[in-house]
């Protein structure tokens, strides 16, 4: 089975600085990677993926996460953050070749702070 | 469609009565999911089916919780005897492809159960 945890569940920020939300999942095997993006009183949004190949992967907005197998992490990061990345995000992973459900964690909501 | 659509958006209902909720998927996605997300949380997996097939109901709480789709497009989950503790979000989302793919979210159905 598989479990993800989200180290920190509020992270403040102050406009134009960066940014890095931490994940650590578990699994036996392998995983693919996810990063789901929760903007106010709206549904959920993928915002990147690693499936395979390089382990830094690039997604909308800005955004990039980095798969580290050796530490199980998929720490996402923004060099500049936006008041628009107001949001709750969500790290997810699932089991690879199997077409099963997503396991999330807890998420983390990120303030930008003016 | 142009999305996942959910409905009703929101539901208020009194305990021990019964709800279906409803989830109509992108056209000619192949599977579907069903999660939980109480406040706070990130969403919990339920259920989900390829095409009209129920492929793990696992994640469903018990066996007053129930999932169709019989013709391998919208799906239903019903809720029989509702109880204070079923009162969260509900999350549907589809993908084209199984493995790996991308989940499109729906905009979730807010259940209050009164």
């Known amino acids: 089975a598989q479990s993800v945890t989200q180290l920190d569940s509020q992270v403040p920020v102050f406009e134009e600085a960066p940014v890095e939300l931490r994940c650590n999942y578990s699994s036996s095997v392998s995983v693919y990677l996810f990063w789901y993006v929760q903007y106010p009183n709206q549904g959920l949004q993928l915002l990147l993926k690693y499936l395979s190949g390089s382990t830094l992967v690039k997604g909308i907005n800005g955004f990039e996460a980095e798969f580290n197998k050796s530490q199980t992490s998929f720490h996402l990061r923004k060099p500049s953050v936006h008041i628009s990345d107001t949001a709750e995000y969500f790290c997810?992973?699932?089991?690879?070749?199997?077409?099963?459900?997503?396991?999330f964690g807890k998420g983390t909501r990120l303030h930008i702070l003016p | 469609g142009a999305g996942v659509s959910q409905s009703p958006r929101y539901k208020v209902t009194k305990r021990g009565q019964d709800v279906a909720l409803r989830c109509d998927p992108i056209s000619g996605h192949v599977s579907l999911y069903w999660y939980r997300q109480a406040l706070g949380q990130g969403p919990e997996f339920l259920t989900y089916f390829n095409y009209e097939a129920q492929q793990d109901k696992s994640g469903l709480p018990n066996d007053r919780f129930s999932a169709e789709r019989p013709e391998g497009s919208i799906s239903t989950l019903t809720i029989q005897r509702t109880e204070q503790r079923d009162s969260a979000m509900y999350r549907c989302?589809?993908?084209?492809?199984?493995?790996?793919?991308?989940?499109?979210f729906g905009p979730g159905t807010r259940l209050t159960v009164l």
């Open positions: 997810a992973v699932s089991e690879v070749n199997r077409d099963d459900k997503i396991i």
């Open positions: 989302a589809s993908s084209l492809n199984p493995r790996g793919g991308e989940q499109f």
